[in-house]
């Protein structure tokens, strides 16, 4: 069985630790300064999503197939019950994780992604990420005058290049993707068009919405409280889809309140 790949911050500490998983084509390092400022007053693990980072790439991509993942990944390291938190897909795999195991689930953090299922939106990007040809390619920097061509947002180019690195070969080295572009790109509409199972988890659930992103409407609270019937919404002043990046200081302090630390 394979271990999802994760770093862990403040290992010592014996509070109940805090599970961090980033959403899509991101990677446990978007969430370093955050794990940082927690891991001094609880555990936190910041992990790789299976298909992401160095976790394991697998030709299965489901809701099922993630909180699985996060089971394994608990029971791999003994951990009986934790704080899960989880961002856009990562939402999507805590959510599911808390419905299939909530004996499992302290407390359930949400951000800016509910239950439902979303019309497919990342076909631009998906296709600007197959446009790169790594056999002509030779730097950072042409990767990104590629992605340029399809992508406007300076910060969208940023974030997708954090995600390459210099793949060595025996008689060559090329740059290459971390995540498994191919079964993200086919698998695709299994884990962003579809809604989690159907199913309810009881325990203390926060939802953090951006201000400027749409991904949490008004009207989406009635139906994710048949599911999660203890949510709590929250929206992060100055924030967009990357809550945690936007507006740092106030999403650790509503993080905090939350869990009581």
Known sequence: MQILHSKIFGENLSSTPL?????????????????KELGEILP??????????????????????????????????GIEKAHVLGHSLGGKAVMQFAIKYPEKVEKLIVVDITPKA????????????????????KSRGEVENVLSQYIPEKSTIQFLAKNLYWEENSDSKKLNWRFNLKTLAEKYNQFVSNAIKFGVFDGETLFIAGEKSNYIL????????????????????????WVQAD??????????EFLGI
Do not use: C
């Open 118 to 137: 979303y019309p497919p939106h990342h076909q631009g990007i998906i296709k600007a990420l197959e446009t790169v040809n790594f056999d002509e390619v």
């Open 44 to 77: 936190v693990h910041l992990i790789d999503l299976r298909n992401h980072g160095r976790s394991f790439h697998s030709e299965n991509m489901s809701h099922d197939d993630l909180a699985d993942d996060i089971a394994n990944y608990m029971n791999h390291y």
């Open 247 to 256: 507006n740092p200081l106030e999403f650790s302090k509503v993080i905090k």
């Open 19 to 35: 599970l961090v998983f980033h959403g899509l084509f991101g990677m446990l390092d978007n969430w370093g300064s955050f794990g």
């Open 218 to 241: 008004p009207q989406d609270e009635f139906s994710t409280r048949q599911q999660f019937p203890k949510a709590q919404f929250v929206k992060i002043k100055n924030a967009a889809h």
